[in-house]
């Protein structure tokens, strides 16, 4: 079956480190793969969309790259600060051609 | 700009009561919109979308509906609430495809007691 899947361990990093989240998927190939930020409480939020022909996406102080070849995607956050903390998810088209989100990375930045 | 507004906020229902979420979407027309569950530190649970009005379809089989009565508004149902319905729902819209990126509103955190 189609899956698409996150370290569901959270990430403790201190602030100014780059954090790098990690979202593996299996048995298909999307077009494109979407990042999300979650915030406790609230609805995810969309940050970024790299397209399959895309290595690699910035905005900002993130970093998002696509490997059609090891079926991952990275997502960093460079220069890392507290507000950054949150639960990050990446999402992709998957099974009935549906957006499919994977179970999230919570990351904590500590001053 | 699109808003995507959701109530109530927060709900605390007694077993075996009835449930009606909200959800109501503006600046767009035709939208795709999505009800999901989330558990405490858990992923989000795909439960309804729909690519129009009237067109339900339903991901997991469960005591909870879905309707969408207008064009830019979702309703969540359930003729009795149980235990295991506690959770954070939200809404979402997307323009077509599916695919589409995803837009959520605040959510509704129900507790069932």
């Known amino acids: 079956s189609q899956k698409i899947e996150q370290n569901s361990e959270a990430l403790n990093i201190q602030e100014g480190k780059t954090a790098t989240l990690t979202c593996n998927y299996t048995?298909?190939?999307?077009?494109?793969l979407q990042w999300y930020r979650q915030d406790p409480g609230r609805g995810p939020v969309f940050l970024l969309l790299?397209?399959?022909?895309?290595k690699e996406k910035r905005k900002e102080r993130l970093k998002v790259t696509f490997d059609t070849t090891l079926k991952q995607s990275l997502f960093h956050i460079t220069a890392s600060q507290p507000a950054d903390s949150a639960t990050y998810l990446c999402?992709?088209?998957?099974?009935?051609?549906?957006?499919?989100f994977g179970g999230g990375t919570r990351v904590l930045v500590k001053p | 700009s699109q808003t995507i507004h959701q109530w109530p906020a927060t709900l605390v229902q007694p077993v075996g009561s009835p449930l009606s979420l909200e959800c109501t979407v503006e600046?767009?027309?035709?939208?795709?919109l999505y009800w999901y569950r989330q558990a405490a530190g858990r992923g989000l649970q795909l439960l309804f979308y729909?690519?129009?009005?009237?067109?339900i379809s339903s991901e997991v089989p469960q005591n909870l509906s879905a309707s969408r009565p207008q064009d830019r508004q979702f309703i969540l149902s359930s003729k009795k609430l149980l235990l295991s319905d506690s959770g954070f729902y939200l809404c979402?819209?997307?323009?077509?495809?599916?695919?589409?990126?995803?837009?959520f509103g605040p959510g509704t955190r129900l507790t069932v007691l």
């Open positions: 979402a819209w997307s323009g077509p495809p599916l695919s589409d990126t995803q837009y």
């Open positions: 048995n298909y190939s999307p077009a494109y």
């Open positions: 790299i397209r399959e022909n895309e």
């Open positions: 999402a992709s088209q998957a099974a009935g051609n549906k957006l499919t």
């Open positions: 600046g767009t027309s035709n939208p795709n």
């Open positions: 729909s690519v129009g009005i009237g067109q």
